[in-house]
């Protein structure tokens, strides 16, 4: 499973197109949209959460590319919620950068944010769903 | 001049306790001390050892009374927070097992797949004093019309609920790695091809049942602490097996003894209850659990200093081995190298990854010698210990 948040700058000529149901259908994709916004000159803003198998994702994105739609991924953060995280280590066996650690004899596991590089591989593996993918919410103003 | 042998009873301990002259340290204190002083002399100073841990313990659940409806149902079918559980017990009567996914979860579909809600979940969220829907339908009978009730309520609204876990408190646990040529994504957690990482889960030196190997104290009626509150143990668990491999110390080498416990689910905290979802997997329920040994004599002090360095567990692969159902052990481990980060296997460095919460553990154990030293605990005489080994039944 894979899933991006996306931002999506559409010109005014598709603004009325079935863009999202497409992707449902033809690309077999999930979406969540959080924010969307049709702006007076007519185009549409819109940040979307975009989730599916890597290759149908790919091929969505070169659909709303060929549309003429402006796609960035949105700059992600990943942050620790220190109240679900037991302790256990778990996420240790994926994280590439040895951002999050066992500090040792204590074997308490550490998140050292500053060498995260967002690959969000822990994501789904913590089994407490305590390591969360954070965006710019200044785009969703 | 031999000195007298070490040697107390629990009714002893428990009027020690209620005049506050009781002596408790921790399983990782004890094996200092036992290190330091010998057995014997720790048997003599050290009443209680407290014992801790904290991971996924699959084969748990809690049996629920969701209370009569108006009109009366004999619920044949239930769902908590869209979770199915077992209804075939009595009209308002439930077992909600901790790994059973959201009827709605795409499981594997989408491999791995993220389980991302499931019974433990529910479990964790009624003991959180949230609001869970409850969905029941029924074929109706001339006592019971109902046919279809939908409810919220929280844990308070429930008549009863009490956790019953038919297997818990492993003793001892394989180390678990990958031999093959793929990711693997198991309930040992996610295991790199060509032994990418070793995965381990026991507490070890804190692990109750490593701190009484061949289960001398502990049997039904045990009291112990159950997901932050007082529970017990009911018997052995599920798979017990005495009579696994041990070494010289009579600590098992592989997955051995295992618990049977029940608690109060409305007295219980929401740190020590948490729904899980193992990638790949499925859902669980991370537990805490921690069992006070009581140190009748030399012997048990001796056991309860049992050190990282002297408890050993095989390796095995889940790659190919295990899911044939043929487990081979591919060399001895100890936790101390476990613990280390790095363990070798066929003269290859492994990474080690712990599943088991050492941290979350060793915090259980504190808590409960905190609770004995206060006088808010007492110990229990079991009615029948567990079922031990041959060669110690022989022994005795
Ligand atoms: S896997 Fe999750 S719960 Fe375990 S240490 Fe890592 S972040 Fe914490
Ligand atoms: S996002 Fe990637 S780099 Fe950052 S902590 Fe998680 S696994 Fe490590």
Known sequence: MYSKILSLRFPSDIVNEPIVVNLVKKFDLTFNILKATIYPRKEGFMVLELRGHRKDYQRGLRYLKSLGIKVESIGQDIKRDEELCFQCGACTAVCPTGALYIKRPEMEVIFDRESCSACELCVIVCPARAMEVRFDRTLLA | MAQKKVSRTIGEINRKIKSGKVVVVTAEEMTEIVKKKGARKAAREVDVVTTGTFAPMCSSGAFINFGHTKPTIKASKVWLNGVPAYAGVAAVDIYIGATEPAEDDPLNRVHPGQFKYGGGHVIHDLVAGEKVELKATAYGT???????????????????????????????????????????????????????????????????????????????????????????????????????????????????????????????????????????????????????????????????????????????????????????????????????????????????????????????????????????????????????????????
């Open chain 2, 142 to 396: 001339d006592c019971y019309p109902n046919k279809d009730v939908t409810k919220k309520l929280t844990l308070d609204d429930l008549p009863y609920a009490v956790l019953l876990n038919p297997r818990n408190a492993y003793q001892n646990y394989n180390c678990a790695i990958n031999l093959s040529n793929r990711t693997i994504y198991t309930y040992m957690g996610v295991l790199k091809p060509g032994m990418g990482n070793a995965n381990y889960s026991t507490s070890g030196q804190l692990s109750p049942l490593l701190n009484d190997p061949y289960y001398l104290t502990m049997g039904l009626g045990t009291r112990i602490f159950l997901g932050g509150a007082q529970g017990y143990i009911i018997g052995p668990g599920t798979q017990h097996n005495p009579n696994a491999r041990r070494g010289r110390n009579g600590v098992p080498v592989s997955p051995a003894g295992t618990l049977m416990v029940k608690g109060d689910l409305k007295e219980m905290d929401p740190r020590w209850v948490v729904g899980v979802s193992i990638l790949g997997y499925g859902c669980s329920l991370a537990l805490g659990l921690g069992v006070p040994i009581p140190i009748l004599n030399e012997e048990m002090a001796r056991f309860t200093g049992v050190s990282d360095e002297e408890i050993f567990t095989q390796i095995v692969d889940y790659g190919n081995d295990y899911p044939t159902g043929d487990v081979k052990s591919l060399g001895r481990v100890s936790y101390a190298e476990l613990k280390s980060g790095t363990i070798r296997v066929n003269g290859q460095k492994v990474q080690s990854v712990p599943l088991s919460s050492y941290v979350r553990a060793l915090e259980i154990a504190n808590i409960l010698k905190g609770w004995i030293e206060n006088g808010k605990f007492l110990l229990t005489e079991p009615v029948e210990l567990l079922p031990t080994a041959r060669s110690r039944r022989k022994k005795s």
